[in-house]
Structures are given as C-alpha cells and as structure tokens.
C-alpha cells in the first residue's frame, strides 16, 4: 500500500560514523554477550523445536496478485507438516489483509520476497521478518518496508507486530531484498539489519519499541569496495559470543565482481573488518567443526578469480578463526572451491546451471560437522532445460569434502513429482531440524513449478544423511493458502 512514515519513523536518527561506515548499536548495562547457538534457531513458540518460515511473493493474499504471503510450519517430535499432513499439521498463513497486520495488501507489494527469523525483543521467542520490497511509501514507487511478527507461547502473532521503511526511502529502491537478524551486541535481543542499496540499516528494540539503530554504507568502509547487496548472512566467525555480519553482492567499482563485506559483532555493536569476495547467496555453520562458524559464497553462472572460467557457477569457503573468515592469503582468496567440474561432484559445469543459487549450511547426519546444500536451479535433466537440481557436501575436519556427495532432482528415485522445463528445481534451499534429533532435513523449493505455484519438497535425515526415500512435497494450497502464481518456496528463513 502507499505507506504513510509515522512521525516516529521520520524521527529516527541514522548517523554515520566516518570511517568505521556504522553506527553502534545500543547497548544496555548488565547485558551478556548474546550466545551465537540461539541465534541460529527458528522457534517461534519456544517448544525447543524448529520452525520454517516460507515466502510467497506472488500469492494473491486478499485477492490481490503479487501481493505476497508468508507460511508458517510449527516443529515437533514428528517433524513439521501441513493442514492435511501429519504430525498434525500445525500451521498458519500471514499476509497483509492478516488482522492486526500492519498495512494493506496490493498488488505487487512481494509480502514474503524476503524472511528471516530473530529474538528481537529478547523475551525467548523467535520472531519472523518478512519483506515486502514491492510496498509504496507515500508516493515512492517500490521503496519496500519489512514487518515484524512475534513469536509467543502459542506462535507467532499479529499482537504488536510493527512495520519499518528506510530512513531515506528512494523509487524502486526496493527495500527488504535481503533481511537477516542476529545477537551482534550487547542488546536485549537480536538485531535487525535490512539491505539497501550499499550497505544495510539496523533496528534494535529499546523501551519496548524497535528503533533504527544504525547504518551501514560500505561505500564508506575503508579500504572496502562499495557493494549492492545481494544477500546478509550471520555467524560467529570469530568465536566470541557475538555474531558478526556479512554483506554480499556485487562490487559497484569492480564491474559487477562478487564481493563481501564482513562486520564483527562485539559489546559496543558492529566493526568493519574487511572486505572478501563474495556472491549472490552466502551461508554460515561450522564445516569443519573447530568451534568457528565458516562462511559460504554462491556465484552463480560467472567466473571465480583463481580458478577459470567457471560458467555454471561456484561456491567459495572461507574457514573461521579468531580473526574471522579467512581465505589462503592476505588478497581474501577463498579456502576452497567448488564446483560441478570439481572431482567427486556429480555433473558438469555449464553456462546457465546457477550452481550456487542459494546455499544452506547444517548437520544432516547427525556428526557434528555443518553440511552444504547447493542449489543449481537452471541445470538440466537430460533434454529437459531449467529443471533444476541440488547437491550436499558434507563437513568434515579438513572442511568440505567430495566424499559422498549427493544430488538430487525430480528425475531421483523416491522424489514425488517429475523433471519439467522451467521448475527452477533448487532455486531456495534449506536444512532445518524440525523434529530434535540432531539431523537436519533438505528442503528443495521450485518457485516455478506448475507455471509458478511453486512447490516445496521434503527430504528426511537419517545416519547416512539425506534421503529420498519418506520424501513428500507441498505447495500454499496445502496450507490453506491461495497456491496460483504463488511463487510458493521463493523465499526460505536461514
């Protein structure tokens, strides 16, 4: 809707610290380090069981198409199901004509284009922050705004949820394409940061309400390399109780170069640390198990610096340590790459595959080493163009390793469904534990299935890692939402 910016928000003050190119976050006396472990959960109604939040941008929530919604999958001893589908189905659909939901559904608006989950007001319920980059403010076409949901004993709410634009909204900036919330200070809850154009904005809860907090403009980071983000990331890479930040997209000054900005979390809030290469997709867990959270970077369908021409895309890794994510020397060169001409991974490289679309990093056989989903959406099944596929690459003590890797499309044996041009098969991924055993379920979205519905199969975790066989799948219609054109699975919270 045309978003009218309430005085509180005009009000807020964004100040840019020359140099550092960030504000500190605020911080409250007596205040602990946050405790990274929380922050990679996604308990909405604090069971101790996992959650999946889902976006569908293109749902037409009220009627209205492209407005966009969001799902939710409650965990449990059984995993997570849908309205119809045991362990019992607990769900719920959100949109803007949702009561109490601030706004009104439009067409175009992407409610759900972008989610992420977080403890923003610390009262140990996780949180869902949904984007809605397609939203108007006042008469700026496409600004975007992100609103919040709460979490509470029974899940999330409508209950005080809040929405928040940029500090200096711009047409077709299209605020929200990437949002991500983590512990980066010494606050009473998680932090939120939303992409904008070069950087990102932060808000943090103080007196009850979730105020602007700072702004990041890598532009202004020395020595850094202005970017357009392209995604956000957190982990603790260097292992001291706070999470750190990870801007990734394209260098503006680089000719469209992949870059990353990393910013380390500490008491006082954010620090510049240095910039890496980076991509369109980046991911965090510990791959090799040494208690450092490791960074992942997706660049799909282009070149990496060391190691040409690798046109159907590629993964970098940068290992953590006590000075953060680091490459092979001081030029921020990735620890190691892969890609699906690297001996051990099934297929070839090939101009369009996307491999490195999106990423997901988490144990999924239960041996204390952070797996890697990888999701090629434009690979081809034989003559079937675009039909997408997924692998993972399992953690090991030396990082990622070849050693039986699995891939996946809907051509497998023991997936539902059948290989289609256009699926876009892995164009969202993500490993989530929903059932507390330790292993963590693939989730495989195709946006684009049946003329963009979209669709999302489940694929359960044993010992051995992923499996094909228990595999079902499910779109918006079976959460009781409107499933045409929904782009259902267009979005996954990480």
Known sequence: MPYRRSAAVAATSFLLLTGAAITAVPAWAGTPAGTYADD?????????????????????????????????????????????????GRTAVFGQSTAGVPGTAEAGDGFGAAVA????????????????????????????????????????????????????????????????????????????????????????????????AGRIDSVGAPGGAAIQPASLTTG???GDG?????????????????????????????????????????????????????????????????????TGGTVGVYFGSEDG?????????????????????????????????DLSLSDVDGDGYADLAVGAPGEDVGTVTDAGGVWVLRGSASGLT????????????GLPGAVEQGDHWGGQVRLVDTDKDGRSELLAAAPAENTADGAVWVLPATPSGTVTEGSWSYGGASLGAPGTDARFGAAFDE
């Not at 009220?62 to 849908?82: E, L, W």
């Not at 001081?330 to 991974?345: H, L, N």
């Open 40 to 88: 990679r959960n996604s308990d909405f109604d604090g069971d101790g069981y996992n959650d999946v939040l889902t976006g569908a941008p293109g749902g037409a929530d009220g009627g209205r198409k492209g407005s966009g919604y969001v799902t939710v999958q409650y965990g449990s001893s059984g995993g997570m199901g849908t309205a119809t589908r045991a362990p019992g």
């Open 117 to 212: 989950t977080g403890d923003l007001d610390g009262d140990g319920y996780d949180d869902a922050i949904v984007a809605a980059p397609g939203e108007d403010v006042d008469a700026t076409r496409d600004a975007g705004r992100v609103t919040v949901l709460y979490g509470s004993r029974t899940g999330l709410t409508t209950a005080r949820s809040v929405t928040v634009g940029s500090s200096e909204p711009e047409a077709d900036a299209r605020f929200g394409g990437a949002v991500a919330a983590a512990r980066f200070a010494g606050a009473r809850g998680d932090v939120l940061a939303v992409a904008h154009r070069r950087g990102a904005e932060l808000y943090a809860h103080d007196s009850g309400s979730l105020r602007g």
């Open 236 to 238: 603790n890479y260097d």
């Open 242 to 310: 706070y999470a750190d930040l990870v801007l990734s997209g394209q260098s503006l000054e680089e000719d469209g170069t992949g870059r990353s900005a990393v910013y380390a979390g500490g008491a006082g809030g954010l620090t510049y640390v240095r910039d890496l290469g980076g991509g369109s997709a980046a991911a965090s867990g510990d791959i090799d198990g040494d208690g450092y959270d490791d960074l992942v970077h997706g660049r799909p369908d282009s070149p990496d610096d060391l190691h040409e021409p690798l």
């Open 325 to 357: 994510p680091k490459g092979v020397d001081e030029y921020g060169t990735v620890a190691q790459a892969v890609t699906q001409d690297t001996a051990g991974v099934p297929g070839t490289a090939e101009l369009g595959d996307g491999f490195g679309t």
């Open 402 to 413: 070849t050693t039986g890797v699995k891939s996946y499309n809907q051509d497998s044996a």
